[in-house]
Nanobody, 116 residues
């Protein structure tokens, strides 16, 4: 069974940065298109950024130019570097398969709070 574990969230001031990490048991990330998603309180989960097996990246318009997704094959870890954070980036962040279709079981996510 695939288990996804996200980490790296926290409280940061507007304009600050965080780097989120996602590790997994049971899969090798480089074989899959992987992505980051977020869910703010009272809102639906939304796609944030994705990286394909060919290393192509995709970003939601709301984070383009501020967030960067990457994959470290040696560590089997997917990262999300988040810069110039805004209060509206506050959410729980999750990693999972990218694109349409089924997902692995969602992990617990990591909480990001952007506030002064």
């Amino acid at each position: 069974q695939v288990q996804l574990v996200e980490s790296g969230g926290g409280l940061v001031q507007p304009g600050g940065s965080l780097r989120l990490s996602c590790v997994a048991s049971g899969i090798i990330f480089s074989f899959y298109d992987m992505g980051w998603y977020r869910q703010a309180p009272g809102k639906q989960r939304e796609a944030v950024a994705g990286i394909t097996t060919g290393s192509n990246t995709n970003y939601a318009d709301t984070v383009k130019g501020r967030f960067t997704i990457s994959l470290d094959n040696t560590k089997n870890t997917v990262y999300l570097q988040m810069n110039s954070l805004k209060p509206e980036d506050t959410a729980d962040y999750y990693c999972n398969l990218w694109g349409p279709g089924p997902r692995f079981q969602w992990g617990q996510g990591t909480q990001v709070t952007v506030s002064s």
